[in-house]
């Protein structure tokens, strides 16, 4: 089992940035997939969550309306696209996959918003 996110970096703020966590050794469509991220000296936090099928989603509101999460079952790819960054996105992302048997993990992709 592999999730393997990529698109992190160094970004001004206002900018743009998409994450992508590519998955591997599982079925993907069975599982509902998370965007989590953790900021230094504060917890990991949910961001963003996918159902299976991708009709239903849910944002915390600290970023509401400036991100967004997809799928692509037929890529085993989760998105995430990132708008009007802020200095207070800066943290190491992670994807998650999980239902109601297992749950897994990346290992995070470093997004810095600064000037």
């Known amino acids: 089992v592999r999730l393997v996110e990529s698109g992190g970096g160094l970004v001004q703020p206002g900018g743009s940035l998409r994450l992508s966590c590519a998955a591997s050794?599982?079925?993907?469509?069975?599982?509902?997939m998370n965007w989590y991220r953790q900021a230094p000296g504060k917890e990991r936090e949910l961001v963003a969550a996918m159902s299976s099928t991708g009709g239903s989603t849910h944002y915390a509101d600290s970023v509401k309306v400036r991100f967004t999460i997809s799928r692509d079952n037929a890529k085993n790819t989760v998105y995430l696209q990132m708008n009007s960054l802020k200095s207070e996105d800066t943290a190491v992302y992670y994807c998650r996959a999980r239902n109601y048997d297992y749950d897994y993990w990346g290992q995070g992709t470093q997004v810095t918003v600064s000037t």
């Open positions: 050794g599982f079925t993907f469509s069975n599982y509902a």
